[in-house]
């Protein structure tokens, strides 16, 4: 029998189709008073060694992610993790990549985040916080706006996030370019060009999005010379991780007039310090990396997980298997 532990959110919504694995799989269950049961008994679960596993954002959001990460890493046999995110640069998530036979990841959550960008996109070209502003001081000021229709949008990092953000906004009208390592076409880009192309393609944008993971070669993609070559009216948005930025040279860019405003929802340090500078700074969005939280990208890591578990009992190969 193979042991699998998960968390007990996940069951209790996935119970059904968790049950047709009985023969093969025996669940244990983390709830969020940190102890393990048997779904089955509802017995308390004190010694079993764990196989395989799912980690989600149960897990990462609640009360005992650090007893989840600890059990794994201290598991003699762990054959297969399948993770809820789609990088691996967390540390708890490095050792278990390495402590794990086999690592898959999970690409859903792009659906929500893709969203986020619309979201920031459309309230920085309708200017949102203008509206917002004279709508609290009673003031009835008609603005000027712009449209996503017609605009150059630069996607830096076209994997599964930049597909669908290119897709909704070619849907409503706008230019897509697509920068990744492999050239060729690609869902929802008009055109997709290698990442050497980066610094011509910045000026011609009206927004920038990065959807980049964060490794040595792209640590500071986003510095001086990066902002110094976007329009005056452009808008910049990093949805990848906040290393790929330049923190000091995008504060220098906006206070200079160039780019218009800058969206993050990554930032170099996690949670970022209360007295940090881009808080304050009146041509910066920040939320807090909470792009894909969404209870609709809770179940579709959860249908990523089962889909993957059928091929693991089936021996079959696994979806999103890292090396």
Not at 12 to 35: C, H, N, P, Q, Y
Not at 94 to 111: P, V
Not at 296 to 309: I, K, S
Request: proline share 6%.
């Amino acid at each position: 029998m193979i042991n699998c532990l998960i968390h007990d959110h996940v069951y209790r919504r996935r119970t059904a189709e968790l049950s047709a694995f009985a023969d093969k799989i025996r669940f244990v269950l983390l709830a969020d008073d940190g102890v393990f049961r048997d779904p089955q008994t509802g017995e308390v679960v004190s010694d079993t060694e764990i196989d395989i596993a799912f980690g989600n954002g149960d897990v990462w959001f609640g009360p005992q992610a650090r007893l989840f990460f600890k059990t794994l890493l201290s598991a003699p046999k762990l054959d297969w993790f399948q993770s809820s995110a789609a990088g691996v640069d967390n540390p708890g998530l490095q050792k278990l990549r390495a402590a794990a036979n086999r690592y898959t990841t999970n690409h859903t959550q792009s659906e929500s985040m893709s969203e986020w960008v619309l979201w920031q996109a459309l309230d920085w070209l309708k200017r949102g916080p203008e509206h917002r502003a004279n709508a609290a001081e009673g003031v009835w000021k008609p603005l000027d706006q712009r449209d996503i229709h017609s605009s150059r949008w630069l996607i830096v990092g076209y994997g599964s996030i930049g597909t669908s953000v290119g897709t909704r906004v070619r849907a409503l009208g706008g230019h897509v370019t697509g920068l990744r390592r492999a050239v060729s076409p690609s869902e929802g880009a008009d055109v997709i060009l290698p990442l050497s192309s980066l610094e011509e393609e910045v000026a011609k944008a009206d927004i920038v999005l990065l959807s980049l993971p964060h490794k040595p070669s792209t640590e500071d993609i986003a510095g001086e010379d990066f902002f110094a070559a976007m329009k005056q009216d452009a808008l910049f948005m990093n949805i990848g991780r906040g290393k790929l930025v330049d923190e000091g040279a995008l504060i220098a860019a906006l206070d200079a007039g160039r780019p218009s405003h800058a969206v993050l929802d990554v930032t170099r340090e996690e949670p970022l310090p209360a007295d940090h500078p881009l808080w304050t700074h009146p041509k910066v969005t920040i939320t807090p990396h909470d792009s894909p939280q969404t209870h609709a990208t809770l179940l579709r890591a959860d249908e990523t997980f089962l889909a993957n578990l059928a091929r693991y009992v089936a021996g079959e190969p696994l979806e999103h298997e890292l090396d």
